[in-house]
């Protein structure tokens, strides 16, 4: 990969972070000027907008190899969610992945590549019980695609929607800090590609 294609990769992935930034702001402004209006209308005190907000996340640490190709992979996946009641609740969602990639090439030679894939995307969830809840999240991802050329690694890029559902599993039940754990299925998954459509995701939340 040249100088020119790293810069422009790079401008592409600082916009991509600005744009989910300041969508996540607008979204908590937005909400809560909701909340101060409505509650001012009632004559009533406004409801405190940092206890209906809970964080989550999760990260990925990825190693695999043999004796043509290694693989190193680390991402992290931070999550928002705004409580509308004490069972629903819905947020935006962005995740980054590094991956790095080295390979010998069809003439013998060795090349190396490490591209970024990134997605955002919004969810919304709803708590059947404390510890488990159903999930719903549309999400755009541009993924990075790998592959051993004739002298070097060629590097091209995918944008996928991706709509998942499924169901998922709550320790802390709104108390503090937990970890959570997710099963997924994608709805649009293309049909000519092998891969799975579930995917299990690990992470952490904190008054969720």
């Given at each position: 990969?040249?100088?020119?294609?790293?810069?422009?990769?790079?401008?592409?992935?600082?916009?991509?972070?600005?744009?989910?930034?300041?969508?996540?702001?607008?979204?908590?402004?937005?909400?809560?000027?909701?909340?101060?209006?409505?509650s001012?209308?009632?004559?009533?005190?406004?409801?405190i907008?940092?206890?209906?907000?809970?964080?989550?996340?999760?990260?990925?640490?990825?190693?695999?190899?043999?004796?043509?190709v290694?693989?190193?992979?680390?991402?992290?996946?931070?999550?928002v969610?705004?409580?509308?009641?004490?069972?629903?609740?819905?947020?935006?969602?962005?995740?980054?992945?590094?991956?790095?990639?080295?390979?010998?090439?069809?003439?013998?030679?060795?090349?190396?590549?490490?591209?970024?894939?990134?997605?955002?995307?919004?969810?919304?969830?709803?708590?059947?019980?404390?510890?488990?809840?159903?999930?719903?999240?549309?999400?755009?991802?541009?993924?990075?695609?790998?592959?051993?050329?004739?002298?070097?690694?060629?590097?091209?890029?995918?944008?996928?929607?991706?709509?998942?559902i499924?169901?998922?599993?709550?320790?802390?039940?709104?108390?503090?800090?937990?970890?959570?754990?997710?099963l997924?299925?994608?709805?649009?998954?293309?049909?000519?590609?092998?891969?799975s459509?579930?995917?299990?995701?690990?992470?952490?939340?904190?008054?969720?």
């Amino acid at each position: 990969m040249n100088k020119l294609q790293q810069i422009s990769r790079l401008k592409a992935l600082l916009a991509f972070l600005l744009i989910c930034s300041t969508s996540i702001i607008g979204f908590s402004q937005a909400i809560k000027r909701s909340d101060v209006n409505s509650s001012n209308s009632l004559n009533t005190p406004p409801p405190i907008f940092e206890e209906k907000i809970w964080y989550g996340g999760g990260f990925n640490l990825g190693f695999s190899g043999s004796s043509f190709v290694s693989l190193f992979q680390l991402g992290i996946s931070p999550m928002v969610g705004y409580k509308f009641t004490p069972q629903w609740s819905a947020g935006p969602r962005i995740s980054l992945t590094y991956s790095y990639y080295s390979a010998r090439t069809a003439n013998g030679g060795k090349d190396n590549a490490q591209p970024i894939s990134y997605a955002g995307g919004i969810f919304t969830r709803y708590k059947v019980i404390p510890a488990i809840f159903l999930h719903a999240e549309a999400e755009l991802a541009n993924e990075a695609l790998v592959y051993s050329g004739v002298s070097q690694i060629e590097v091209q890029r995918r944008t996928r929607e991706n709509v998942y559902i499924g169901v998922g599993y709550n320790s802390a039940g709104g108390n503090g800090f937990g970890y959570e754990i997710l099963l997924l299925y994608n709805l649009n998954m293309p049909q000519n590609i092998i891969e799975s459509p579930f995917d299990v995701r690990f992470g952490f939340n904190y008054k969720f």
